[in-house]
């Protein structure tokens, strides 16, 4: 597609419930990354996947955070038993490929959740 | 482990002034430096970035930067604002050598562009 899609655009859930999050980055890009915005902060790097391996999965708080890439394109992010403090926005970015910072990653507008 | 510190939560300003947005980071290798910009609603946008030669890097909208080595700066600079620029703006850094592009993002300033 044009630029990073991500779905829902807005989730609102109770605690304890499990979530799933999408992200459709760029026709073409192998690099995507996920990143988490609370409230009054920058941007959180949580993973990277380079094709349909998680090559940097460090920022996961958590063993309730999960996601996958089975097939090197769309993307999805899974939270378990949430919690009031997972609210946040969820970025998504693709680049072209990994590696330097010469490969500019375009994000999409992210996935607001609420968990109640 | 690198940081990134924008010390103007917010900045005010009026329409057609100047205006810089600071930022300074920390790092024990050497960094690409990026700034992006955020608009309500929409995903991050990338204003501009420095990858080496010339320190100052002029980006999209009017908007330049200028990379100081010594003061571990990387303040943001436009002569004269819009409306339109009213946004989050987002200073982040890549460390040299790494495998990966991943971003480490100061907490953001508020540009605030009042007619």
């Known amino acids: 597609g044009a630029g990073v899609s991500q779905t829902p655009s807005n989730k609102v859930t109770e605690k304890g419930k499990y979530v799933e999050l999408r992200c459709d980055p760029i026709?073409?890009?192998?690099?995507l990354y996920w990143y988490r915005q609370s409230l009054g902060q920058g941007p959180e790097f949580l993973i990277y996947?380079?094709?349909?391996?998680?090559?940097?999965d460090s920022g996961l708080p958590n063993d309730r955070f999960f996601a996958v890439r089975p097939e090197g394109s769309v993307s999805t992010l899974k939270i378990q038993r949430t919690e009031r403090g997972d609210s946040a926005v969820y970025l998504c970015?693709?680049?072209?490929?990994?590696?330097?910072?010469?490969?500019?990653?375009?994000f999409g507008a992210g996935s607001r959740l609420t968990v109640l | 482990a690198q940081s990134v510190t924008q010390l103007d939560s917010q900045v005010p300003v009026f329409e057609e002034a100047p205006v810089e947005l600071r930022c300074n980071y920390s790092?024990?290798?050497?960094?690409?430096l990026f700034w992006y910009v955020q608009y309500p609603n929409q995903g991050l946008q990338l204003l501009l970035k420095y990858l080496s030669g010339s320190t100052l890097v002029k980006g999209i909208n009017g908007f330049e930067a200028e990379f100081n080595k010594s003061q571990t700066s990387f303040h943001l600079r436009k002569p004269s604002v819009h409306i339109s620029d009213t946004a989050e703006y987002f200073c982040a850094v890549i460390p040299y050598g790494g495998a990966t592009n991943k971003l480490i993002f100061g907490t953001g300033t508020l540009l605030a562009v009042q007619p």
């Open positions: 996947f380079q094709g349909t391996g998680a090559a940097d």
């Open positions: 026709s073409g890009h192998t690099a």
């Open positions: 790092s024990s290798v050497s960094v690409y």
């Open positions: 970015a693709s680049s072209l490929t990994g590696g330097t910072g010469a490969n500019v990653l375009t």
